[in-house]
């Protein structure tokens, strides 16, 4: 029975995971067309997604604190697109709604114009489950 139960858990743990990992690609995507149309990150922006993505690929930090980082990163996208148009800031949301969800297609994000910025745009996995 315990065995069963710790299974569980591991399956749910590594489903947030694979939302989170999707949820930084919507990101990534959301910072690249950003970038495209000559609007300025946030200072440290790309670094603290690419160590986000560290932090997914180690399996070693926690949901919670990959959520919260997640989210910090979002709110300072969300500022810039607010400033941008409401389409653009409607797009992330609906994007990040799917990516959340488990319904994201990878067809929906393109993430060619970050790899000039960020050398590896794959999608984020936990490393136990390679």
């Known amino acids: 029975m315990q065995q069963a139960e710790e299974n569980k858990y591991k399956a749910e743990v590594e489903g947030m995971y694979t939302k989170y990992g999707w949820k930084w690609v919507v990101l990534a995507y959301t910072a690249g067309k950003l970038l495209s149309q000559g609007k300025q990150l946030p200072s440290g922006f790309l670094q603290q997604l690419t160590l986000t993505r560290t932090e997914m690929e180690s399996g070693c930090s926690s949901v919670c604190d990959l959520e919260v980082d997640l989210r910090d990163l979002e709110n300072e ?10 389409d653009e800031v409607n797009m992330m949301l609906e994007l990040i709604g799917k990516a959340m969800n488990g319904t994201l297609d990878r067809k929906e994000v393109n993430l060619s114009p970050f790899k000039v910025v960020l050398a590896d745009c794959t999608i984020p996995s936990v490393c136990s489950s390679k």
Not at 77 to 86: A, C, H, M, T
């Open 77 to 86: 996208l969300f500022s810039i697109l607010l400033s941008s148009s409401k």
